[in-house]
């Protein structure tokens, strides 16, 4: 039960984060993303606001360890008992803990480098986070995905959620 809703969160928030991304936000300078109330359980709302300080910073150290190469850098931004769900394929990829996310980066991810492409949407410990990847330097795009991101209550990743992945269209 607990993961449909939180399939359910995460989907309506990737589509206020593309909505947003595409300008069907407010008509004033702030954004502002109202998920349908259908896509919610009865009686929710949910109002997307530009991610904390503190998690966009957390999303920053993340990427910058990321495209260093520092795998185990990049994954104690993790929660000691973390996980990564990469639903790209079937079944869903599931890895646990900081020393196995540090492993699972580095064996597939190891030679892509990670840049954010849009401001993070925060509602409430969810987090979305656009970011194009591309294969090694000077390569301009190798694909996007929406990743998005359960935030413990120590600022820390408690889950990440690979949502989607787009290959780059030339």
Same mark, same amino acid.
């Given at each position: 039960?607990?993961?449909?809703?939180?399939?359910?969160?995460?989907?309506?928030?990737? *589509?206020?984060?593309?909505?947003?991304?595409?300008?069907?936000?407010?008509?004033?300078?702030?954004?502002?993303? *109202?998920?349908?109330?259908?896509?919610?359980?009865?009686?929710?709302?949910?109002? $997307?606001?530009?991610?904390?300080?503190?998690? #966009?910073?957390?999303?920053?150290?993340?990427?910058?360890?990321?495209?260093?190469?520092?795998? !185990?850098?990049?994954?104690?931004?993790?929660?000691?008992?973390?996980?990564?769900? =990469?639903? !790209?394929?079937?079944?869903?990829?599931?890895?646990?803990?900081? =020393?196995?996310?540090?492993?699972?980066?580095? =064996?597939?991810?190891?030679? #892509?480098?990670?840049?954010? *492409?849009?401001?993070?949407?925060?509602?409430?410990?969810? *987090?979305?986070?656009?970011?194009?990847?591309?294969?090694?330097?000077?390569?301009?795009?190798?694909? @996007?995905?929406?990743?998005?991101?359960?935030?413990? @209550?120590?600022?820390?990743?408690?889950? @990440?959620?690979?949502?989607?992945?787009?290959? $780059?269209? =030339?």
């Amino acid at each position: 039960m607990r993961a449909h809703l939180v399939i359910r969160l995460t989907t309506s928030l990737a *589509v206020v984060v593309f909505l947003v991304g595409c300008g069907a936000g407010s008509a004033s300078s702030q954004p502002s993303a *109202v998920a349908s109330s259908s896509a919610l359980p009865n009686g929710w709302t949910a109002v $997307a606001q530009p991610a904390s300080s503190e998690v #966009i910073a957390t999303l920053e150290g993340r990427i910058a360890a990321y495209n260093r190469g520092d795998f !185990e850098a990049a994954a104690s931004y993790w929660a000691e008992d973390g996980v990564l769900l =990469e639903y !790209e394929g079937e079944p869903c990829t599931e890895t646990r803990g900081r =020393e196995a996310i540090a492993a699972r980066l580095e =064996e597939v991810y190891g030679s #892509i480098r990670m840049d954010a *492409v849009g401001t993070p949407l925060q509602f409430g410990r969810l *987090v979305a986070e656009p970011v194009r990847f591309r294969p090694a330097p000077g390569v301009d795009n190798y694909g @996007e995905a929406m990743l998005v991101f359960e935030m413990d @209550e120590d600022g820390k990743i408690a889950v @990440e959620y690979v949502t989607f992945w787009m290959p $780059a269209t =030339e």
